[in-house]
């Protein structure tokens, strides 16, 4: 794990719970869920981390060509089943250069997507309006993605699948192009297939960048 627990929102250290205050503290941002990262990743790391999630842990697999998962992030008290992740990934990106993926899946009012897509709100809320701009596969059907407002340094998409938000945060912004070569998801919970591989820790992996 890196450093301390961290705020989903804004990345900051997160104070453990104590004084008359029952969850773990934001200067910022109140009491959240406390993020945990994890970088460099290993199998081992992913092994342990499928079992202490409620979220799905989503990888697009297949992989795009020359791809790798580069970090994990788990939000919830410890000791408790995870109500969030983010998996990052780097590899080339369909118009040159190299890109940076982290997928997030949620629960209402984790902040954590909104984290890296350094949206103001916990929650996409009312921004998902008109036609989906994206999609992706998962289990063999299309699940809608809606583009957002954010940085010029970055695209984001987001939907819903399994009953939490589905978050797809992208550096470059012109990375957002991969979202349109019908990429499959895949939940680590359920296996992890042995062709993945693993990088250099993520520079995008604490949230509030």
Request: proline share 12%.
């Amino acid at each position: 794990m890196i450093d301390s627990p961290c705020c989903p929102r804004c990345g900051l250290n997160v104070q453990p719970p104590g004084g008359g205050v029952t969850g773990w503290r934001c200067g910022s941002h109140g009491v959240v869920a406390p993020v945990r990262l994890h970088a460099p990743l290993s199998r081992d790391d992913v092994e342990r981390s499928r079992h202490e999630s409620d979220a799905p842990l989503w990888v697009p697999w297949p992989s795009p060509p020359e791809w790798a998962t580069t970090g994990l992030a788990l939000a919830g008290d410890p000791g408790r089943p995870a109500s969030a992740t983010a998996v990052a990934g780097t590899g080339p990106a369909p118009l040159g250069g190299m890109a940076e993926l982290v997928i997030v899946a949620e629960e209402l009012g984790t902040g954590l997507g909104a984290g890296y897509a350094a949206l103001s709100g916990p929650d996409p809320g009312g921004l998902l309006t008109g036609a989906p701009q994206a999609s992706v596969r998962i289990g063999g059907r299309a699940t809608p993605l809606w583009s957002l407002p954010t940085r010029a340094d970055r695209c984001v998409y987001v939907g819903e699948a399994l009953g939490q938000w589905l978050w797809a945060v992208l550096w470059p912004a012109e990375a957002g192009v991969l979202l349109l070569e019908d990429l499959v998801l895949h939940d680590l919970r359920e296996q992890i297939p042995g062709g993945v591989r693993f990088g250099p820790p993520s520079p995008y992996l604490r949230p509030g960048q």
